[in-house]
């Protein structure tokens, strides 16, 4: 064994002094071009750069990171470029290996040197090259996270090699995707631009429909006695008529004209005139007044009184008088510039010179742009759902009593705005806001539910055959109800906190996400609604509930209480609002005025789907719902438009079918 080490000794020494010469020739590199180094510069720094590259000593990479984070300081009196560690007044100077040291320091006799954010851009770029290959997985995935901000032609060739030699699976997947759009990007290989182009194929990543928007990039408006041949021809424009497409196509100003066309025909001849492909220069309007007003004589232009000089005929007409005395330039008139114009074919080439490529390309992203249209026509849906399940919730216990008593109650806004404050004060007390939703659900449908029958009790009963004195009893308790809650709660809106579980959403691409909280109002209403059927169709109260809608006199020979059933009817429809409340309160901060927002759309979405009916609530509620959002989707900034307009769609809906959607059969229908 002995023997064995006495072999090794001459080869360690030999290695040690190897790395040692790299180490002294590398500080000797770095103190050489320290003026460099410390007044960097965009345009200085690139020298230091450029040869800083043939050194393959680790200390390059850890010297760029040091430069980058200005962790690196210079010796005032001998400008050493240094790495220091400070021991309170007095500093500890070693070498850029930060293991030499070289001696201690008082601070005013180090600086530190301070790259500006161009240059640390740039060491940024070139330190990408060291750590891709860094034997630390976490360098390495900081390598490429920094490198995916701003890839250099330089790159592609390394991350080629970084996608061969990487063993981390999910690094690679990484790097692998950066390739694609550097191949897209600088690639000189039409078959490996076409292979990363069909890979893309449905994908609607937003980064790669940019990506391939890039390929398709075209030239400024060239000009030409006929097209050129083995050009990869963009688009051939018309002036005056088509427009330019997103993906470099021409199109075509449609009927209603909302697009501006590419080149107008009066800039056309400008162009024209700029490639020297006619001598006459275009004068405008305003260099025909200004040639006029410089040759006024004796109140006159040439034989036209300054007088007559008030439209643009006749000032055309006495600029042509004047060069004709050749006192001016040429004038060109309309007619003759659409017709020199018309001689000449104007177009635009994609800077891709491939015409497979820019065609592949186009192919791609038309089959995406179809996949994304029709992602925002399923997203129009959800939120058409969304909402059609929240108008449902605030309306279904409006619609209960309103079928079943005939009472206009004003109120109803109120009880939803009663059950969000329940949530509330709920999660004062309890800070798990998954169980303090589990206990408000509950308790929201008793508060509200104990407040209608005390209202029904106090003020309904005595007004059943009067539904107009009903309406103005409960909008009096409305307002009164709404000083009660700022009383109690102030006028500042109250937070009804979601659990953590309905945060975020659920993304099914770049273009469709659904958040959580709309999920859970939509399998909330549906819950409801089983329930409500449940408790309509098969329960007793449901059964005594029906008769007294249909045939109160029938009912109450039968043996069933018409005012017990009304009490616990009018209970039953304000506690739902309640548990409404609770739901509308996730998404929307909770105030006094909660309720009155919703009152409006309630009442439409009952009277629409059909009084005291839960399928024509559930009908009505979707018709309002989808219809909406129809509307706001042709105008996304203007909701009160899209209220307006919904509205007097319900009016003239209601002419046709007054009886709503699914029409009522019993008293509500006969009264």
């Given amino acids: 064994m002995k023997i064995k080490f006495f072999i090794l000794i001459p080869f360690l020494l030999v290695f040690n002094f190897s790395v040692l010469a790299h180490h002294n020739e590398f500080d000797s590199f770095i103190n050489n071009n320290a003026e460099l180094i410390i007044k960097s510069s965009s345009k200085t720094v690139d020298t230091v750069l450029n040869n800083i590259q043939k050194f393959e000593s680790p200390l390059v990479s850890n010297f760029l990171e040091l430069w980058k984070l200005k962790n690196l300081y210079f010796i005032k009196e001998t400008r050493k470029i240094i790495y220091i560690k400070e021991k309170g007044d007095l500093i500890e100077a070693f070498e850029i290996d930060g293991i030499t040291k070289i001696g201690i320091y008082d601070k005013k006799e180090i600086k530190k040197i301070k790259p500006n954010s161009g240059v640390r851009a740039k060491i940024d770029t070139l330190l990408v090259k060291y750590q891709i290959f860094n034997p630390d997985l976490t360098v390495r995935k900081k390598s490429i996270a920094s490198l995916s901000r701003n890839i250099e032609p330089d790159h592609l060739p390394l991350l080629r090699k970084a996608s061969n030699s990487e063993q981390n699976s999910e690094l690679k997947d990484e790097i692998d995707n950066l390739l694609r759009f550097a191949v897209i990007k600088y690639s000189s290989s039409e078959v490996e631009k076409l292979d990363v182009i069909n890979s893309f194929e449905n994908n609607t990543n937003i980064a790669i429909r940019a990506s391939l928007n890039q390929l398709l990039n075209s030239s400024d408006i060239l000009v030409a006695d006929t097209l050129p041949a083995n050009k990869n021809i963009a688009r051939v424009i018309v002036p005056g008529l088509t427009t330019k497409e997103s993906n470099g196509s021409a199109g075509r100003i449609g009927i209603l004209k909302s697009e501006k066309y590419e080149i107008s025909i009066n800039s056309a001849y400008d162009l024209l005139f700029k490639n020297n492909l006619v001598k006459k220069k275009r004068v405008t309007k305003e260099n025909i007044k200004l040639s006029l007003k410089q040759n006024i004589k004796d109140n006159k232009v040439g034989e036209f009184p300054v007088h007559s000089l008030n439209d643009d005929k006749t000032r055309s007409r006495a600029y042509e008088q004047l060069a004709a005395k050749n006192l001016v330039s040429p004038y060109v008139s309309e007619n003759e510039i659409e017709k020199v114009v018309s001689q000449f074919v104007f177009y635009s080439l994609y800077l891709e010179d491939s015409s497979n490529v820019t065609n592949a390309a186009l192919r791609v ?215 409404a409340g609770i739901a509308i309160g996730l998404f929307s901060k909770v105030t006094s005025e909660l309720g009155s927002e919703y009152i409006v759309q309630s009442f439409m979405t009952v009277v629409v789907g059909g009084v005291g009916n839960i399928w024509g609530t559930l009908a009505g509620a979707s018709l309002i719902g989808f219809l909406q959002k129809f509307i706001e989707w042709f105008n996304p900034s203007n909701t009160l438009a899209a209220q307006t307009y919904m509205i007097i769609f319900i009016i003239l809906f209601i002419q046709f079918r007054p009886k709503g959607i699914v029409a009522l059969k019993g008293r509500a229908a006969d009264e």
């Fill in 365 to 579: 992203l038309s089959s995406i742009n179809l996949r994304v249209q029709i992602y925002k026509y399923i997203d129009l849906f959800v939120d058409g759902l969304s909402l059609a399940s929240i108008y449902f919730l605030g309306a279904i216990g409006l619609a209960i009593t309103f079928g079943v008593m005939r009472v206009i109650n004003m109120a109803h806004g109120e009880f939803i705005m009663m059950g969000a404050y329940t949530g509330y004060v709920v999660q004062q007390f309890i800070s798990n806001h998954t169980l303090s939703l589990l206990i408000a659900l509950p308790l929201a449908f008793f508060v509200t539910f104990t407040a209608g029958i005390i209202m029904e009790r106090l003020v309904i009963r005595h007004l059943y055959k009067k539904p107009l004195d009903t309406l103005l009893a409960t909008f009096g308790i409305s307002i009164a109800l709404q000083q009660i809650a700022k009383n109690i709660f102030g006028t500042q809106a109250r937070p009804l906190t979601s659990p953590s579980w309905l945060d975020g959403s659920l993304s099914l691409s770049d273009d469709l996400s659904i958040s959580y909280i709309r999920i859970a109002i939509f399998i909330l209403s549906l819950i409801f609604l089983a329930l409500l059927l449940y408790v309509m169709k098969r329960t007793r109260l449901g059964l005594e509930t029906r008769a007294v809608t249909q045939n109160p006199i029938m009912a109450a020979n039968m043996g069933i209480n018409p005012e017990r059933i009304n009490m616990i009817t009018f209970g039953f429809g304000s506690g739902i609002a309640g548990i």
